[in-house]
């Protein structure tokens, strides 16, 4: 028999998690206890070898606490209702309980050997047959097979009971299949424990479910109490403007057009991320020949030459969009942002329109409410250009999905882009646009989406993969839902929310390049500070929460979002103000008074635990490794303050923040961190971005030097000044190299970007701020080029 951990290790897949908000949700999830403790006695582990559980709609397959997919290869699988029989694929249930399966397309017949017998399911027919010695016997089904998302569906009691001589039993959605007795209808905890496992999300059946769905939960979040008298009425805006963006070419010096400087030996820096080999988006890329530029309604592309500058293209976009990150991959430029709609139409301000509207799109009869002139619709975008010629780049294709974007990622050349309709209700099925597929926008179709029971926010998250160096057309996956922080892995991407009640739900999403779906839930008690709260290592997730004034918490959960270890209550009345994972070790300051600097060890996931503690003054926002145990922290200086009572004596009584703090720990002893040394810059009002984007900073790990742009109160009097700092640790110290001046802008308007990043291409640093590019020696910081944007 194959076990659902041998069903996973045949196939090569991205995990993606998704961390959603709902906290009616949260009751039926997997909560940071064990099935057992949640559900009245009931351990899924008793369950594991012998019984397996499906729920109609969900694309899942569960053995004890383990979760898999029904079809590895194809993650829009699911168990389905069909003539009121339930309808399971043939190939996942037979090989899980040791049978073969093959297809003959000539034919089109599913073949199946279990031991020595076979079978033959003709497609489209209501009939099986039995092969034996003499001939064969014809058996007679209730319904026929069929071909459901490119997999053979047959009736599950005719695979389970009659061939594979097994026992089944259904009880509200749940299917349970046994080599033992099976009776659900008297195991109310065990149906409830498997629904936290495979239930909290199935496949959407009609677009009149999600219509209720979407109202009674506009109706919930609208109001204050859960007993809202109405559902809050939906309305969808204007139709939909499929005017795709403008592309203007600027007078550009014929040499400079499609001029690709041969890179050789070039070294330059690249975007700062959390994990290698997973690409973020930002407002710069670079590709040690030309600087991408990008924000507002432009994408500037310039090139670069030493301390020559020369602008070769500009990427203008309409009005109604903005961009606000990129991506750069060999000959590929990605723009993403969002574009609005605006309505055309008018609404009357007591929410009734003179006559009734009616969506085309989609087909369903809505209200509207109060919607004022102007009201938007708005759609994230994806689009990718060719730049194989960077001074006349090329729109390959385009993406839109109806809602906000919310962040992205890039692994290898697949691109996945995440959307929130949250933001605005009313929307029954979100509109799409990709431009393979055709220039109107079109309803995401209902198998692309994945419906949670209760959830209390009036929209989805949709999660789009476009594979950029091809035409291939987008894949969907939707979940009723809201989401907000991400973070991604190697094997998978996680995307965290917190719930009403103090926890965080955890919502998991399996992709094979393309190939995308919902994988399970699980759930964790506190909130998370940004994506360094999370990490996964050897399959494992961890995760990093406050709850306010009760303390911080570090769990693990396993690849099935399994609670398998945690360490609760640390450092009570504090918040976590940085983490960072590092292998099978984990860094976490909290900070209210001091900067206690914690060290777990994490090796066994199931008892992790911490090994050292370091209080000093003030507080690390951003930790960086620099070596195996060295780590660089990025904060703010605090200086305590103290009372002194008619005795003289002196009481402390809170403290003061002073300017950037750059630290340098050994972490070499895990039971005795160490600052080893200190870099203070500034007084009180000094302020960088590095405190809370890690985007905003540059690493050189070859010369050992960081850089970001900071803004520096010198002295009490409010003197100050602006630059990009560099910053070395080498030799384990901390010391200032150099500030790079800060210049206004001479020009604005919508096509000059604004932000500030340093990058460094050989031995020249760039530091573009707001629309001025200039350039310094890398080893004198003297200024040797300048651009200027108009």
């Not at 949700?25 to 499906?54: I, R």
């Not at 297809?103 to 047959?129: C, M, T």
């Not at 009971?161 to 008297?186: P, T």
């Amino acid at each position: 028999m194959m076990s659902i951990k041998g069903i996973k290790s045949g196939r090569s897949t991205l995990m993606l998690v998704i961390v959603l908000i709902s906290a009616l949700v949260v009751t039926s999830c997997a909560q940071a206890v064990s099935a057992e403790q949640q559900y009245h006695g009931v351990d899924l582990k008793n369950y594991k070898d012998k019984t397996v559980f499906m729920h109609v709609g969900s694309p899942l397959i569960l053995s004890g606490e383990d979760i898999a997919f029904l079809d590895s290869k194809n993650f829009d699988v699911a168990a389905a209702i069909h003539k009121k029989r339930t309808l399971v694929p043939l190939r996942a249930v037979a090989e899980y309980f040791g049978a073969t399966v093959s297809y003959d397309e000539k034919n089109r017949e599913a073949l199946i050997s279990f031991g020595e017998q076979q079978f033959v399911f003709p497609i489209g027919k209501a009939e099986y047959s039995a092969m034996k010695k003499n001939g064969k016997e014809t058996v007679a089904m209730d319904t026929e097979a069929l071909i459901l998302n490119g997999r053979t569906m047959v009736p599950i009691r005719v695979i389970a009971e009659q061939l594979l001589k097994k026992n089944v039993d259904y009880k509200d959605g749940v299917i349970m299949i046994s080599g033992e007795a099976a009776e659900l209808s008297k195991q109310a905890g065990l149906v409830d424990a498997v629904k936290s496992k495979i239930g909290t999300a199935t496949k959407a059946q009609s677009k009149e479910q999600l219509s209720r769905l979407m109202r009674n939960n506009e109706a919930r979040y609208a109001g204050d109490t859960a007993e809202n008298e109405k559902a809050a009425a939906s309305g969808r805006g204007s139709s939909f403007d499929t005017t795709v963006q403008v592309v203007t070419e600027e007078a550009v010096p014929a040499e400079n057009r499609g001029a690709v400087a041969d890179s050789g030996n070039t070294k330059h820096s690249s975007t700062n991320t959390q994990v290698e080999g997973i690409d973020e988006a930002d407002i710069i890329k670079t590709d040690g020949k030309y600087l991408y530029y990008a924000g507002s309604n432009a994408v500037r592309i310039i090139k670069v030459d030493g301390p020559k500058l020369t602008e070769v293209y500009t990427i203008k976009v309409p009005d109604e969009k903005y961009i606000q990150e990129i991506y750069v991959d060999n000959d590929r430029l990605v723009l993403l942002g969002n574009r609005n709609e605006y309505s055309k139409n008018g609404y009357s301000v007591k929410g009734e329109p003179d006559t009734p509207m009616t969506d085309t799109a989609q087909g369903i009869a809505q209200d509207t409410r109060m919607i004022y002139p102007g009201y938007h619709k708005t759609f994230a975008f994806a689009d990718i250009y060719n730049i194989e010629n960077p001074g006349k780049p090329s729109l390959l294709k385009s993406h839109e999905m109806e809602g906000y974007y919310l962040s992205s990622r890039k692994s290898g050349s697949n691109l996945y882009l995440i959307t929130n309709t949250n933001c605005y209700g009313g929307i029954i099925l979100p509109l799409m646009r990709d431009t393979v597929q055709g220039k109107e926008a079109v309803p995401i179709a209902l198998s692309d989406i994945m419906v949670m029971p209760k959830p209390t926010e009036p929209g989805y998250i949709i999660l789009s993969a476009i594979d950029i160096t091809d035409d291939s057309k987008t894949e969907v996956e939707a979940v009723t839902a809201f989401g907000a922080t991400v973070y991604m892995s190697e094997s998978a991407l996680y995307l965290a929310a917190e719930n009403y009640n103090g926890t965080t739900s955890i919502t998991k999403f399996e992709i094979d390049g393309m190939n995308i779906g919902y994988a399970g839930s699980g759930s964790v008690k506190g909130s998370l500070l940004n994506q360094f709260s999370m990490d996964e290592f050897d399959g494992n997730l961890r995760v990093a929460t406050t709850i306010w004034e009760d303390g911080n918490n570090l769990f693990i959960l396993d690849d099935s979002l399994n609670v398998i270890g945690s360490v609760t209550d640390l450092a009570k009345g504090e918040r976590i103000y940085s983490v960072r994972f590092m292998g099978d070790k984990g860094y976490i300051v909290t900070f209210r008074n001091m900067d206690p600097l914690f060290v777990f060890d994490l090796s066994d996931p199931q008892n992790p635990k911490v090994t050292g503690e370091l209080k000093i003054p003030g507080f690390s926002n951003y930790l960086h490794p620099v070596g195996e145990d060295l780590i660089l922290g990025i904060g703010m200086e605090t200086r305590e303050l103290f009372e002194r009572n008619a005795d003289g004596r002196e009481t402390p009584v809170g403290f003061r923040q002073g300017g950037l703090k750059i630290s340098l720990f050994d972490v070499s002893d895990m039971g005795k961190p160490k600052e080893i040394t200190n870099l203070i810059i500034g007084e009180n009002g000094s302020y960088s971005e590095a405190l809370y984007n890690h985007k905003a900073v540059m690493v050189d790990p070859d010369s050992q030097q960081i850089a970001f742009d900071a803004y520096i109160v010198k002295d009490k009097n409010w003197t100050s000044e602006q630059g990009a700092l560099v910053v070395s640790y080498k030799g384990r110290s901390v010391t200032q190299k150099g500030l790079l001046k800060y210049e206004e802008p001479e020009v604005y308007g919508k096509y000059i970007p604004y932000g500030r990043r340093t990058v460094y291409i050989n031995d020249i640093l760039y530091y573009i701020q707001d629309g001025i590019i200039n350039a310094f020696d890398y080893n004198s910081y003297e200024k040797v080029g300048s651009l200027v944007l108009k």
